[in-house]
């Protein structure tokens, strides 16, 4: 304290020096202020540390009073230098004793010193063992951590590598699916625990190669799979199909049970209990099977009698093993995509009909075979995967091949003539159907198709029976059929439901009233209906739409086929009027066994033909029709004959009167007359034929006969008027009147029995009334009663008179020359004149 307040004295002092000029007395109030700051800071110099003192020493020079200040620091210095000496004079002794024991503690330290020395010398000796044998357990200590540590370590790398090994024969052994679990577990576990070690960095190096080896390898799987199920669709739609028929053909008890047998159920429930989703081995296996085929052997079923199910033909591991492997790896969407594509791309390959397929029925199940397979594998994976394919995709899959089934059918039936064919293809197409909607695909676009092929069906039927129907009107003999024995009688009444007691009296051997395609055409009719019966089977059609759609085609059969014909083998060259008569005979009684054909449809399809709306068969008038057209043949043909005779008439039309002597008919008319005779006697009394059955025959030779009259009245009536004949004389007109008396001769005589009175003479009522006129020259008679109905030549035109006469004008005026110098010649031309006159007048009248 004394040596540092040194510099500040004199600093002080110095400055008292120069401040002690100013006068104290005028400072005095100014002294007691500044007395009290110095105070002030010598007692902050003296509690302050020293590093801190500057700012105190700079507050006293900033004033002006530092020399009083350094007066007051030098009385504060001699204070304490006073107490101090006071306080060193009272511990002196005390100090001097502390020596003393200092110097004798001294020597004693240095003997301790000594001991301590030598202690620590022996017990460094002595510790030598010690410390060897700690470093010998710290030495140990280390390696039980480095093991422990070591321990630890492989604790965590052991599984990584029994993992890594059981990848790699997992690997090895293509278990991929299995594998990939493995690896996923490797990875997200077994090498984070294990730490950074060399290993784990190649293996986590090569997890992503493996992986896509194993994405990769299963998709090659799926792509033979793929290729397999398209290869072998037609075997599995075959087995299907198989199965649809087997249980269609069960009873009812046995269609009760479950739907194991169809293949589908079973399989469904075999998946559902093993689980698609889990792993067969407990370590991520295979969900189904390891086997990598598409197609299992039929051979391994364990029953050999039980015809396998069509699922059970088919491996579909690889495409659960893919699906749950890219489901892993996080490309479900991916694989889900390429599949559907695959499988869009297979079905239009499925769809596309062969060229040739309407050729032969194989060519149609083949196709359907394929198709059939092709969507039981959709819908078995459809139901055991859980959205791989979902219903709308199916579905959308089956309006595809619907549309284009519907279409191909169309095409390729078109091309088909062969009604067996068609037939066999119908019963391929419903069990196609059943098949598949036994599966739950709609399938009535394929029944209504059926419906239309129908139509195609029947135009084919008719087609074949046309000629059927010709080939036995063809190969008929058109005579009645001799029977002489039972069994030959019963034989044809089994073909045809004759019911006639009068000719079951008569005693063999004897005659059927029809010929042979009676008989024939009745079978071929049932034989038709039983054509059409057997396509509506199996068609999920009701009875009345049955017996509907049988009436229809039969009736066109009836109508348009067998009339056809019928027209044909009436209407053909050579057809005697003995077979015209047969045909009529047939046609009788093939259209009284039009009701029979009735019941016998109403029979097979169990309809009642009472039934309202029930669509009548048109045979009646079918057969009349027929019938009709051979009646107008026969007077066609007849007419014809006719004809044919009078082509041979010779008239001499300018011959005179004779004088005397009776005119004989013409030779032509004669044979004509006796060509009459002989046919009508034909017509009325059918050799072999009993009476009773003559009836029809006998009404239409009635009319015949009366056609005969008229054709040879309306032909001698035009041989009067042709125009080539412009000359007449009474004495042709004499011969004519002859003939004419000779065809009401034959008329009178009844040709034809059933005539009443002189029907038949009406036929030649108004020739006989204008021969009457002319030969008799009643033409007053004529005049006065025209128009009355009591007239006696009401038959007679005015305007055939008036060109009859005008040919008498013409033959008396070509004989003028002679006529001039014979009066009665004049007179009868005069009176000629005056007929014609009055003719004239008389049509005037009635015809203005």
């Known amino acids: ?151 630890d370590k492989l604790s965590h790398c052991l599984p990584v590598l029994e993992m890594y090994s059981r990848l790699q024969e997992q690997m090895r052994a293509k278990r991929y699916y299995p594998a990939l679990r493995t690896l996923e577990q490797l990875e997200h576990t077994c090498l984070p625990r294990a730490g950074q070690y060399r290993f784990c960095s190649i293996m986590a190096e090569n997890i992503p190669k493996l992986r896509t080896q194993i994405r990769d390898t299963a998709m090659t799987q799926l792509r033979d799979f793929l290729e397999s199920i398209r290869k072998h669709s037609d075997k599995i739609g075959e087995t299907a199909i198989k199965q649809a028929q087997l249980q269609r053909s069960l009873d009812s008890s046995v269609a009760t049970q479950p739907r194991a047998l169809f293949g589908r159920r079973g399989r469904k429930e075999a998946v559902a209990a093993t689980g698609t989703g889990t792993d067969s081995d407990g370590q991520g296996g295979s969900p189904v099977s390891e086997q990598d085929s598409g197609i299992l052997d039929v051979e391994d079923e364990e029953e050999d009698d039980e015809v396998p199910g069509a699922h059970d033909l088919v491996d579909f591991s690889p495409v659960y093993r893919c699906l749950h492997i890219y489901t892993v790896l996080g490309l479900r969407d991916v694989f889900e995509n390429y599949y559907r594509k695959q499988r869009r791309k297979q079905a239009r390959l499925v769809l596309q009909p062969h060229s040739n397929m309407h050729e032969t029925l194989e060519g149609y199940r083949r196709y359907f075979n394929q198709i059939v397979g092709f969507f039981v594998v959709e819908d078995h994976v459809l139901h055991t995967t859980q959205g791989l394919v979902n219903r709308a995709y199916v579905e959308e899959l089956w309006e595809l091949a619907l549309s284009k089934i519907v279409a191909a059918l169309r095409t390729h039936s078109s091309y088909c003539d062969d009604p067996d064919l068609v037939l066999d293809l119908k019963n391929l197409i419903v069990l196609f159907a059943d098949t598949l909607q036994g599966y739950g695909f709609p399938v009535s676009q394929l029944f209504d198709m059926l419906l239309e092929m129908r139509e195609q069906y029947g135009e084919i039927l008719l087609k074949k029976w046309n000629i059927t129907f010709r080939q036995v009107l063809d190969q008929d003999n058109y005579s009645p059929i001799p029977v002489s024995t039972e069994q030959e009688y019963r034989h044809y009444t089994s073909q045809f439901p004759l019911q006639d007691p009068e000719l079951d009296k008569l005693p063999f051997p004897k005659k059927l009233p029809f010929s042979e395609f009676v008989p024939k055409v009745y079978c071929q009719l049932k034989e038709f209906i039983y054509a059409c019966l057997k396509y509506s089977e199996d068609l999920h059609l009701s009875s009345t739409e049955v017996d509907d759609m049988i009436r229809k085609s039969t009736n066109l059969l009836l109508t348009r086929t067998l009339s056809h014909c019928l027209q044909y083998a009436i209407k053909k060259k050579n057809v005697g009027l003995a077979e015209l008569v047969q045909v009529i005979i047939n046609t009788t009684h093939l259209e009284q066994s039009c009701h ?204 055939t008179a008036l060109a009859l006469l005008e040919k008498m004008k013409e033959m008396s005026r070509k004989n003028n020359v002679f006529a001039q110098f014979r009066k009665t010649d004049r007179d009868r031309q005069k009176l000629i004149d005056t007929v014609i006159k009055q003719l004239r007048n008389l049509i005037a009248q009635h015809h203005t």
Not at 597 to 611: H, K, R
């Open 1 to 151: 304290m004394t040596h540092r307040a040194q510099p500040v004295r004199s600093a002080w002092l110095g400055s008292a020096q120069l401040s002690s000029e100013p006068s104290t007395a005028t400072c005095r109030m100014a002294s007691m202020e500044t007395a009290a700051e110095h105070e002030r800071i010598l007692r902050e110099i003296e509690s302050t540390d020293t590093n801190c003192i500057g700012p105190t020493l700079r507050s006293v020079y900033d004033g002006q009073e530092h020399g009083l200040f350094m007066e007051k620091l030098d009385v504060r210095i001699r204070n304490h230098d006073r107490e101090i000496e006071k306080m060193c004079n009272h511990h002196f002794q005390g100090f001097v004793d502390s020596i003393t024991e200092l110097l004798k503690v001294r020597g004693e330290a240095q003997k301790l010193k000594s001991q301590v020395t030598e202690t620590n010398r022996r017990l460094q000796d002595d510790g030598k063992v010690l410390i060897t044998s700690m470093e010998e357990l710290k030495q140990c200590r280390v390696q039980q951590r480095n093991i422990a540590t070591t321990i």
């Open 596 to 799: 029979f054909l009735e019941e016998f449809i109403s029979n097979i399809t169990n309809v009642p033909p009472d039934t309202v709306n029930a669509t009548k068969l048109y045979g009646t008038s079918t057969f009349k029709d027929a019938r009709h057209a051979a009646e107008a043949e026969i007077y066609t043909s007849l007419n014809a004959k006719i004809d044919q005779f009078l082509q041979l008439a010779d008239y001499d039309w300018l011959a005179a009167v004779q004088g005397g002597g009776t005119l004989t008919a013409s030779d032509y008319l004669i044979d004509l007359i006796a060509f009459l005779k002989s046919t009508f006697s034909v017509f009325t009394n059918l050799p072999g034929t009993p009476i009773e059955h003559a009836t029809l025959p006998g009404k239409v030779a009635q009319t015949a006969c009366m056609s005969a009259c008229k054709h040879i009245s309306t032909s001698l009536m035009q041989l009067l008027l042709d125009p080539e004949v412009r000359q007449i004389s009474m004495g042709a007109l004499h011969q004519l009147n002859t003939d004419v008396k000779e065809c009401e001769s034959f008329a009178r005589a009844g040709p034809v029995a059933g005539f009443q009175g002189d029907t038949l003479l009406l036929a030649f009522s108004d020739l006989r009334q204008l021969l009457e006129l002319f030969t008799q020259w009643d033409w007053s008679t004529y005049l006065a009663d025209y128009g009355k109905p009591t007239c006696k030549y009401l038959r007679v035109n005015p305007h």
